[in-house]
């Protein structure tokens, strides 16, 4: 019998995660006084062999710790929206990073046009 496809919680945070970077409000100051961090909002999901993230964020490299290493192979890439925290991550999958080829991209095509 097949595994049933897993979701796991990557990040729950607004876009410069938190602590944020210059922002000094009460949570901001608590998470880096006690050398915290939270994630910018991504989520991935595992089916069998395949791996699907919804949103690519700058922490992916942190964010993949939660996923067993041997389901880490990148099928397919979500964007759910163009901000900043959804899409920064892109770029680590270049040739200087992962060097990742053949992932499949869901976006629409107002999305495909901005990045």
Request: glycine share 10%; aromatic share 6%; proline share 6%.
């Amino acid at each position: 019998m097949p595994p049933h496809p897993k979701a796991t919680i990557l990040g729950i945070a607004q876009d410069g995660g938190v602590p944020q970077p210059g922002c000094n409000c009460a949570t901001c100051a608590y998470y880096a006084e006690e050398k915290q961090q939270l994630s910018p909002t991504s989520i991935a999901v595992t089916d069998g062999d395949e791996l699907h993230l919804f949103d690519v964020t700058r922490d992916l490299a942190r964010q993949l710790l939660f996923i067993p290493r041997e389901s880490q192979r990148i099928t397919d890439v979500w964007l759910t929206h163009g901000h900043l925290g959804h899409i920064d991550g892109l770029g680590l999958f270049g040739k200087e990073a992962m060097g990742l080829v053949g992932i499949r991209l869901h976006v629409s095509e107002t999305m495909l046009k901005l990045i």
